[in-house]
């Protein structure tokens, strides 16, 4: 059985031609590719850029952690999983994640991927600073590592 994988933070603009070179391969019969993209409007404020940080160590360990569980979750156990995420400051229509997977099946495809994005806005230590055409800026308010009801 084929598991690979390929995690990373970058510093540099992100390319879906690296991850769909990453994950080609005859095993599979279905990929996905997810890319999440900087837009211009946001909490009815317009953005014309975003900064993104990150603690790099527990954003690779998460990564590699949510990659690691996909077999014993999912029951998923011959994939191809590419994963970046942008650091710094990325302009409108700049990507700033990569998922793409590889499957035998579209199905775990599908489930696979969705998966990968819905673990990663909770658990990863990653920040992002949203900036704005009247010159403002703001931190955004990130997802609680625990849901719980006041």
Request: glycine fraction near 4%; charged fraction near 30%; include cysteine.
């Amino acid at each position: 059985m084929l598991h690979t994988n390929i995690i990373d933070i970058k510093k540099k603009k992100l390319s879906i031609n690296d991850a769909e070179k990453f994950i080609s391969s005859s095993d599979y019969g279905a990929s996905i590719f997810f890319t999440g993209t900087v837009r211009n409007q946001n909490n009815d404020k317009n953005v014309i850029g975003i900064t993104y940080d990150s603690h790099d160590t527990l954003v690779l360990k998460s990564f590699n952690e949510i990659y690691n569980e996909t077999e014993k979750k999912l029951n998923i156990k011959n994939k191809a999983v590419f994963i970046e995420h942008a650091k710094g400051y990325l302009n409108l229509k700049e990507i700033s994640i990569i998922i793409a997977v590889a499957c035998k099946h579209r199905d775990e495809a599908y489930i696979l991927s969705r998966y990968i994005i819905e673990e990663i806005k909770k658990r990863s230590p990653i920040w992002k600073k949203e900036h704005y055409t009247n010159n403002k800026s703001d931190w955004l308010k990130g997802n609680p590592l625990v849901n719980e009801k006041i």
